[in-house]
């Protein structure tokens, strides 16, 4: 296999080059300084597989597709799909995996982590030390809010929603949820409307897909129903949110917090959001665990050799 040609899009993850590296014959896109600088200087008919992830463009992404005649894969490090043209991939036969399942339990995690630190003002009272204000006797820190006994609303219960859907339940919240169907599986209230579901929910936590039907499905009546103790949390993506909306209700006090772990133009953030207290952020790291991200890289590599030794792709999305 080693003179198959497989191109990697950006850095990802140092094990997943060392793995690639060691079975084909690895291209590293950000060696050179652009598109047609690669394109110049390689057989792009060599390239037979293309790695990507959730921060490569869909432009970028598109360039590679037309440009490589002989693409036969596309695997993507992440289970998030919304950069990629799957309908293209399916047109021009291009197979698509993903790496779904190996990364639910940490985003979870850090979704549940992202409500403690927003109710509980883990990452203010940790300025608050640091800073020395606590010795002065005058600046006392301010009351928290309570996680335990909340009730917990999440837009998409699949994988990832259902793990946090779990681990909320061990705080003893109540769970409902909306997604595009009723799930016959689970006792957890569904609401049909992302309305009704921030209508009646303290904690509204973003984990479905990102789609056209799901841009900015955290809008300003969104925010309005879930009310000026609310939060939202958002671990899918960040054009799930209006972040203009979102930054206004902060401000004026219509919304009580929010937790992002994604932004809309990441990895820029709007610097507003730096200045409000009530806002925990994280730079999109929901599943950047070593374990995780090792578990990513070999679901990448299992999924190319399954491929070109003719063998059922572990993860196929197209
Ligand atoms: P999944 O199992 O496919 O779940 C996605 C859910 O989205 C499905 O249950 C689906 O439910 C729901 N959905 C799709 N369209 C919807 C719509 N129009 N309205 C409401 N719900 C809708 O995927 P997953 O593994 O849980 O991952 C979810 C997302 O998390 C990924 O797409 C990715 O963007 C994000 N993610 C983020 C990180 C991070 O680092 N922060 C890491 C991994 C994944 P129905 O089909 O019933 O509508």
Same mark, same amino acid.
Not at 61 to 74: G, Q
Not at 77 to 93: I, M, Q, T
Not at 120 to 133: H, T
């Given at each position: 296999? #080693?003179?198959?040609?497989?191109?990697?899009?950006?850095?990802?993850?140092?094990? $997943?080059?060392?793995?690639?590296?060691?079975?084909?014959?690895?291209?590293?896109?950000?060696?050179?300084?652009?598109?047609?600088?690669?394109?110049?200087?390689?057989?792009?008919?060599?390239?037979?597989?293309?790695?990507?992830?959730?921060?490569?463009?869909?432009?970028?992404?598109?360039?590679?597709?037309? !440009?490589?005649?002989? $693409? #036969?894969?596309?695997?993507?490090?992440?289970?998030?799909?919304?950069?990629?043209?799957?309908?293209?991939?399916?047109?021009?036969?291009?197979? +698509?995996?993903?790496?779904?399942?190996?990364?639910?339990?940490? +985003?979870?995690?850090?979704?549940?982590?992202?409500?403690?630190?927003?109710? !509980?003002?883990?990452?203010?009272?940790?300025?608050?030390?640091?800073?020395?204000?606590?010795?002065?006797?005058?600046?006392?820190?301010?009351?928290?809010?309570?996680?335990?006994?909340?009730? +917990?609303?999440?837009?998409?219960?699949?994988?990832?929603?259902?793990?946090?859907?779990? /681990?909320?339940?061990?705080?003893?919240?109540?769970?409902?949820?909306?997604?595009?169907?009723?799930?016959?599986?689970?006792?957890?209230?569904?609401?049909?409307?992302?309305?009704? $579901?921030?209508?009646?929910?303290?904690?509204?936590?973003?984990?479905?897909?990102?789609?056209?039907?799901?841009?900015?499905? &955290?809008?300003?009546?969104?925010?309005?129903?879930?009310?000026?103790?609310?939060?939202?949390?958002?671990?899918?993506?960040?054009?799930?949110?209006?972040?203009? #909306?979102? &930054?206004?209700?902060?401000?004026?006090? /219509?919304?009580?917090?929010?937790?992002?772990? +994604?932004?809309?133009?990441?990895?820029?953030?709007?610097?507003?959001?730096?200045?409000?207290?009530?806002?925990?952020?994280?730079?999109?790291?929901?599943?950047?665990?070593?374990?995780?991200?090792?578990?990513?890289?070999?679901?990448?590599?299992?999924?190319?050799?399954?491929?070109?030794?003719?063998?059922?792709?572990?993860? /196929?999305?197209?």
């Amino acid at each position: 296999m #080693e003179n198959i040609g497989v191109l990697m899009a950006c850095p990802m993850n140092a094990y $997943l080059e060392h793995q690639l590296h060691n079975r084909f014959n690895l291209l590293r896109f950000w060696n050179f300084p652009d598109s047609d600088a690669f394109f110049a200087q390689i057989n792009a008919a060599s390239v037979r597989a293309l790695v990507v992830n959730a921060f490569v463009g869909a432009d970028l992404l598109d360039v590679f597709i037309d !440009r490589l005649p002989n $693409l #036969e894969i596309l695997s993507t490090y992440s289970v998030g799909l919304d950069k990629v043209d799957l309908a293209k991939c399916k047109e021009k036969g291009i197979r +698509v995996t993903n790496t779904p399942d190996v990364l639910t339990d940490d +985003v979870a995690d850090i979704a549940i982590g992202l409500i403690l630190a927003v109710l !509980r003002k883990i990452s203010e009272g940790d300025r608050f030390v640091k800073k020395g204000l606590w010795k002065m006797a005058h600046f006392q820190f301010q009351f928290t809010s309570q996680f335990s006994g909340k009730s +917990v609303g999440i837009i998409g219960l699949g994988r990832i929603g259902l793990a946090i859907a779990k /681990r909320a339940e061990a705080f003893n919240c109540a769970i409902s949820y909306h997604s595009r169907s009723q799930k016959l599986n689970t006792n957890y209230k569904y609401y049909p409307t992302v309305i009704e $579901l921030a209508s009646n929910c303290q904690i509204l936590v973003v984990a479905c897909a990102l789609t056209p039907e799901t841009h900015h499905i &955290i809008n300003r009546q969104v925010i309005d129903s879930l009310g000026p103790n609310g939060v939202v949390i958002n671990i899918a993506r960040g054009g799930h949110v209006d972040e203009a #909306e979102l &930054i206004s209700a902060l401000v004026e006090g /219509r919304l009580g917090g929010a937790g992002l772990d +994604v932004f809309e133009d990441e990895p820029e953030v709007n610097e507003e959001l730096f200045g409000i207290d009530n806002v925990v952020l994280l730079p999109h790291h929901g599943c950047a665990t070593v374990e995780t991200r090792n578990a990513m890289a070999d679901l990448v590599v299992r999924n190319l050799e399954a491929h070109f030794m003719n063998k059922p792709l572990l993860t /196929r999305v197209v």
